[in-house]
């Protein structure tokens, strides 16, 4: 294992400063910060067939201009023991707080990531996806693969995806097209800016499932 490969823990190994967070072997300034990705599962637990509650696991992996990637394991509050009370940590008694707070702080830089300035037709580039200024999506071999046109696709928005259902027709060719989805567990927050802002798209709110 890498030194920088290294899982760490929340709030075990953490310290959240104001421009940047202290790791137990390493400082992580927020304006070296291009991209997030979260990803989290629950469990419920049961005795005799009685729920005894729900807990939540999130991982956020925080990838830097260096070209590292940083892995945190982020533990429910119950599980936080004598950490409940670590300095500065208190208010960060979520997951989710806990990640609303970095993206906030990473907001800025992480657009800057996403812009491409240098084709006139594209507004910017999600992973291996250009969106076209004409609200067409291609991957980077020009293969268009979805559209931002309600003429042509059924859009909705889940847990962290967008799902692109083709509008059938009697074309034969249409009728198999499989559905589209674009996984948003990567700078969801950037993403859905970019959407409202410089396409004038928006959903409506979701409420996550945790």
Known sequence: MSFFSKEYLFPDDIEILENKIILTNREVLYKDVISLKVFSTSSTTSINFVSMGTDVESKLTIFLS?????????????????????KNLKKFH????????????????????????SNKDVFFRYNDLFFLKNKKITRTNGDQVAAFDINQYEISRDYKKITFKKIKNKSFKEFFFPNFEIDLSTDEDVFLHLMRDYMGLSFKSYNYKF
């Open 94 to 117: 979520s997951a989710f707080v806990f990640y609303d707070f970095i993206e906030a702080k990473t907001f800025a830089n992480r657009v800057k990531n996403f812009l491409i300035k």
């Open 66 to 86: 260096s070209n590292e990637k940083i892995n945190i394991k982020i533990k429910s509050f119950k599980q936080w023991g004598p950490f409940k009370n670590k």
